[in-house]
């Protein structure tokens, strides 16, 4: 990308850009030319100057005269050729990607019919494009008359909504492969928790290697920005997302397949692990194979060969390969919708990325407590098996997914000036700046674990229903905002669900203190942290929404991990905060057996201000994704300081969470772990 202002990635009407399109409907042959058809367009005298050889007024010139079938941002223009309706629109209304990315001028030529409806390529991007009311660019999303299928006509638009283009149509089989990839998200999460959680402590594995498994399972986390950028730049058998994607997949199912392999994951094999920890004859994980005589069964004796369980440093890598196959798949998904969620029509704006989330937190809310209870009934094998083999099950239906080949892509120098200018946009920088502030303050009680386990004497089990229920409110969450919520204002949403979750956590004194309304303490502390959740869940929505509509057409993959990974560390800052404030009043096991809960008291009131106080910069948050684009009209629009501070807090925490991940592998048990 050559030149302009930092604020370029938006469209002025001192501005205009030129795009080629897939379908010229607004190139209209001289002798067609009827000036009262189209009475709303600007005459050429208001023309302004843009591409070599184009000058405005009649005045001589190398390239063709512009047509006067021009778009304008300020308004939506409509016009009438031939019976067929076309409309200006913004590009957050209808853009296809690279083929819709910024304004397009049409040109027409009185004395040379072969530079008719020529358009000219800009080196500026902006919110804004123009599109036929009917075109070739969108598929149509109502086919059902040509559909030759069983299927009624409710039960066919119920599946597949017509008033959405069929790009948009997520159980379309080109399509499908979006909800499935988060679905899958959502189900390794939940399979994989538990088993990184416990299987470590069943190989006597000390806290600070669980320390280092942990850090190193969400290490390729960190390099979600790389694997972004990496997509955007450098397409993979001619293809930007589904080859990237197809091959996480892959090599996340391959990590497990070669824990599976090259271990024995069986209960007899952890057993025999310990017997020979305990005897002293042996290692975890360093003795040779040996034979353990079963019970006699009606068959005769039979015997089991029971191999060696994987070593700390084995499974290690192994999650490793897993995360980074995870994350780079991960990433590939949330590119894809930040590219079709820019195809909804203004009607539906935001349920395609709600339906997406909704599958994610479904998968993790089913396979969070399945995960437990075949862990505890079969085995780790058997979860393991299942992470072998739910990625592979994707791989037919990313190979079906519609996705254009060989595109033109920029150059890595332009793609890194285009996010260079989104970020100085003030229409970013705000809003994300509001996102870390509030993300930041999200301070949490770190004893309330301690607390229920020492005073009120939770069980495991109720500690594992606390975050099934959890889980199972995060996505009621996320369901009532996509039903009830998705028209509200962002502010209104944030405001109000900050104050309730202000009154929840005000409800951990009364627990604290033994004021449950005669509910039992198990009840309480479910209906408390819960309804926590729940409002976690419809707050997560609007930043996503909003985060898809900054991303710069051809480059959504680095900008949305970007946004995301600010989102993200912000939430690790927190988690650090929290810890810090233990320090400040006696919250330790030791005083809760006293009885003294003067510190928990004291400290869930602060974090609970703390965690309210966000709403103070609710101001910094558009109203609604209209107030974000036009934050772009702002003199401070285009800030390099904005722009600086927003890059320097992202790659900051980047660097954060590498130095700590790092830390935990070289030099476990250095943040105080016992090893």
Not at 168 to 188: D, F, S, T, W
Not at 234 to 256: D, E, H, N, Q
Not at 400 to 423: F, H, P, Y
Not at 498 to 509: D, E, K, M, V
Request: proline residues 5%; contains cysteine; hydrophobic residues 40%.
């Amino acid at each position: 990308m050559s030149g302009g202002p930092p604020s370029s990635r938006y469209a002025f009407e001192d501005e205009l850009n030129l795009a080629s399109p897939p379908h010229d409907p607004f190139s209209i042959p001289d002798e067609d030319y009827d000036s009262d058809e189209y009475d709303n367009t600007h005459p050429d005298t208001d023309a302004h100057e843009y591409g070599e050889g184009i000058h405005n007024n009649n005045t001589s010139r190398k390239g063709p005269r512009r047509s006067r079938v021009e778009l304008w941002k300020d308004d939506t223009r409509q016009f009438n050729k031939n019976g067929q309706n076309f409309e200006m629109v913004p590009l957050s209304e209808n853009n296809d990607g690279a083929d819709q990315e910024n304004y397009f001028t049409y040109d027409s030529d009185d004395n040379n019919d072969d530079d008719e409806g020529q358009v000219r390529p800009s080196h500026y991007s902006n919110f804004y494009s123009s599109a036929p009311l009917s075109s070739d660019a969108l598929s149509s999303g109502d086919d059902y008359d040509t559909s030759n299928t069983y299927l009624s006509k409710r039960i066919y638009h119920y599946l597949y909504p017509p008033n959405v283009p069929r790009e948009v149509q997520l159980l379309r089989k080109e399509n499908i492969a979006v909800p499935a990839c988060y679905l899958l998200v959502g189900l390794l999460q939940g399979l994989s928790g538990p088993f990184t959680n416990v299987y470590p402590l069943d190989l006597n594995a000390s806290e600070a290697q669980q320390t280092t498994i942990s850090s190193l399972k969400s290490l390729p986390s960190t390099f979600k920005l790389a694997f972004g950028f990496l997509s955007d730049n450098v397409p993979l058998a001619g293809y930007r997302r589904k080859s990237y994607m197809l091959l996480g997949w892959a090599i996340a199912s391959l990590s497990m397949i070669i824990l599976l392999t090259f271990s024995d994951l069986s209960v007899e094999a952890i057993e025999l692990n310990n017997e020979q920890t305990m005897n002293g004859d042996g290692s975890s994980g360093r003795y040779l194979l040996r034979h353990l005589q079963s019970s006699t069964s009606e068959f005769g004796e039979q015997t089991t060969i029971v191999g060696a369980p994987p070593s700390i440093p084995f499974l290690s890598f192994t999650l490793l390969m897993f995360g980074s196959g995870f994350w780079f798949a991960d990433v590939m998904g949330d590119s894809l919708v930040a590219e079709k969620a820019k195809l909804e029509p203004e009607s539906s704006r935001g349920h395609l990325q709600s339906t997406c989330y909704a599958c994610r937190f479904f998968g993790l809310m089913i396979a969070a407590p399945l995960s437990t209870v075949i862990y505890s009934k079969y085995g780790p094998q058997s979860v393991v098996m299942l992470m072998a083999g739910l990625p592979s099950l994707i791989l037919p239906l990313i190979y079906n997914l519609k996705e254009k080949k060989d595109v033109d892509v920029a150059s890595t120098r332009e793609q890194c000036g285009e996010i260079w200018n989104t970020v100085c946009s003030r229409a970013v920088w705000q809003p994300m700046g509001f996102v870390y502030l509030y993300n930041v303050l999200q301070v949490g009680n770190a004893a309330w674990k301690q607390f229920l386990k020492t005073v009120l004497n939770f069980t495991s089990n109720q500690l594992n229903s606390l975050l099934i229920a959890a889980y199972v409110l995060l996505w009621l969450g996320i369901m009532a905002y996509k039903k009830f919520f998705i028209t509200w204002s962002w502010r209104s949403v944030y405001v109000s669900t900050t104050l309730l979750n202000g009154i929840f956590s005000a409800l951990q004194i009364l627990l604290i203190k033994g004021i449950t309304f005669g509910l039992s303490p198990f009840l309480f502390a479910l209906g408390d942290d819960a309804f926590a959740d729940f409002i976690g869940g419809i707050q997560f929505l609007p930043t996503t929404i909003m985060m898809v509509h900054l991303c710069p057409a051809g480059s959504e993959g680095a900008s949305y991990a970007m946004f995301t990974t600010m989102s993200n560390s912000a939430y690790s800052l927190a988690s650090a905060f929290s810890t810090l404030l233990l320090g400040i009043w006696d919250v330790s096991k030791d005083a809760m057996e006293r009885g003294d809960l003067t510190g928990m008291i004291n400290l869930t009131a602060l974090t609970t201000l703390i965690q309210v106080s966000g709403v103070l910069f609710v101001g910094l948050l558009p109203r609604t994704k209209e107030d974000l684009s036009n934050l772009h009209s702002d003199p401070m629009s285009g800030s390099k300081i904005g722009g600086f501070i927003f890059l320097f807090v992202t790659f900051a925490s980047v660097l954060y969470s590498l130095v700590v991940g790092v830390l935990n592998i070289v030099a476990p048990g250095w943040s105080g772990e016992s090893r």
